[in-house]
DNA sequence: GGCGCAATCTTGTCAGTGACAAGATGCTTG
DNA sequence: CAAGCATCTTGTCACTGACAAGATTGCGCC
């Protein structure tokens, strides 16, 4: 994987250089995680030289801003195709596990710059995606305070992803695919009264 | 600026130095995070030279896990005093809110050995705490399975905790207390029926 | 009392890093 | 085809973590 990014860029200009860096940001995240991030390493990686990336990210902040950046992005566009608050909190752990190194530095805010716009503005997109599932909660279901019902929700999830990715629930989860087990979980928050205490586990939709 | 730690110290020995740097650390991480640590930092703050912490904690890693061990010890003693699940929780979320720098760095393996004896040992105190406290549920209050309820319970205050610590609830829960908005989440989660639709009467089981 | 040892701290050093400045290269557009 | 600009390179500086070797001191033990 390292010989044509290193050796075989024959030409000055990269091509790709920002998507280069990123991914190899992300695939370093993944590994060690942020912290392990060394901009002169990624520039290796991707075959240019030690300063190349600071062009298209001005400092280590910025390119964890579009880390972050595009992981909000990425979960918005998950959720806005969401059927029901359960299928978003399903949704947003299996963005989870599917990009954790996003994730990660998504709640890290103090790796990066918090006020960036076009991080804000995909911010408040996946939080759009949120509360339009809590709206369409039906009114039985949510008790008596929507808000506190949203942060019940997203602290599940929440919760349940970062104990996932902090390798905290190796035990109790085992090998099971994490999006089912949450899918239970949820069914203990929302749900109908029957199916917070089912018979059959193979629940309804 | 700083005297008494940087200035005045007459001895060669500087007599806890351990616990200085470990509270000096617990300051830095908690105003900018733990990327911003800097043994010779914090070096500077004791008033010792920059290579004095590394005999106490060998390496970065070192004084991390150090920090992370001490975070469990102090959340197992918590949690030990803790009157049922619901209380367990909320002193889940309120050692968080008084231990950030704790908590944040107990929940990034990456940052520290997760197999250090002492840290080991402190986590499993702090998970026997929790399932004490699961296995004192009712039953008809857990739900089927009594590991799926203690994962719920954790993701739920762990959830909040981290969110709450990453600035995400600003807007929702406000100036309010912490610990009474979980109290009032953890009641939609695990309750009686009654405590969780306050107006329904049927509570069907 | 004092000797020796080990813990603690200091000084010195090295490679690696982030950030910045200034110059080289080549695409692009008028 | 030439000017302009985005992209990349080279060079540099202060800072950091880690390690090695020496200085200082507290402490047990005779």
Known sequence: ??????TDRRTYHHGDLRRAVLTAALDVIRADGPSA??????????????AAPAHHFKDRA?????????????????????????????????????????????FQPDLYRP?????????????EGLRGQIAGLPAE???????????????????????????????PVGGQ???EVFRALAGLLFSTDDERHPRDPGGPR
Chains 1, 2 share one sequence.
């Not at 990425?74 to 989870?96: E, H, S």
Request: glycine share 8%; hydrophobic share 50%.
């Open 115 to 127: 006020d960036d716009p076009e991080l804000t503005a995909a911010r408040a997109r996946a939080a």
């Open 177 to 179: 695919d994490p999006a």
């Open 37 to 50: 991030l060394s901009l002169r390493d990624l520039a290796r990686r991707a075959g240019v030289s030690h």
């Open 141 to 171: 279901g949510r008790g008596p305070d929507a808000r506190l019902a949203g942060v019940a929700a997203w602290s599940l999830a929440h919760g349940f992803a970062t104990l996932l990715l902090s390798h905290n629930l190796a035990g």
């Open 1 to 6: 994987m390292a010989e044509e990014q290193q």
């Open 62 to 106: 910025g390119l964890l801003t579009a880390v972050a950046a595009e992981g909000y992005d990425l979960l918005a566009r998950t959720l806005a195709d969401a059927d029901d608050l359960k299928d978003a909190g399903v949704r947003y752990v299996r963005f989870a596990v599917e990009h954790p190194a996003h994730f990660q530095v998504m």
